[in-house]
């Protein structure tokens, strides 16, 4: 799936020849630390965060600190943002995301199309997202296991679910410290833990944890 189906429109922005002063105002009454900045035909120019504002106003020889809160209260937001700014397009994919983001440690990402700003992503929107593939709004019961990374193991663990009557609600897989094996977390509705231990245990090699959520 691409991040522009799950991204976040019509994000807090700020503009081009908005005061520090305004933006921040803006930013606390949307309870936003960061906003992308915006020039006059909507092309993204830079990011502003409340760290940056607060560097600047670290005050200078000679200048008490609250004339420095003046002076950059009152400076265009262009003088004091982060203009080196990473961006991706909304038809990147979701991991490429959120190895962008893990890699460069960045709380939220602009989402650019032909310069123009059409969203944003955050951690906040990546763990939505991770609770859908744990299906965490569901009802069910939920199991680890671990199987041998090998063709056809997902696909014999499918259909004796299916054979059973039983509903996937998620399915993940994770790496094992043993790189012949995988770990994965089913959550399904029809079966119970003994059940599904029952069921799956001739095809895994042992389970991981059991737990109904």
Known sequence: MTIGRRMTKNPVVARVGMTCSETLNLMRCENVQKVPVLDHDGNLVGVLTEKDILKASIPSSGMSLLEMAYEVGNMPVEQVMTTDVVSIGPKTNMEEVARIMTTQDLSFLPVVKDR???????????????????????????ISFVVADKIGTLARISKVLEENGISIISFCTFS???????ICTL????????KLVELLGPIVAGFVDLGDS
């Open 187 to 194: 959550k399904v509705e029809g079966a119970d833990e003994d």
């Open 116 to 142: 123009k700003l059409v969203g944003i992503v955050s951690r906040s929107d990546m763990f939505k997202i991770l609770m859908e593939l744990f299906g965490a709004r569901h009802y069910g019961t939920r």
């Open 176 to 182: 094992d410290a043993d790189p012949g094996n995988v």
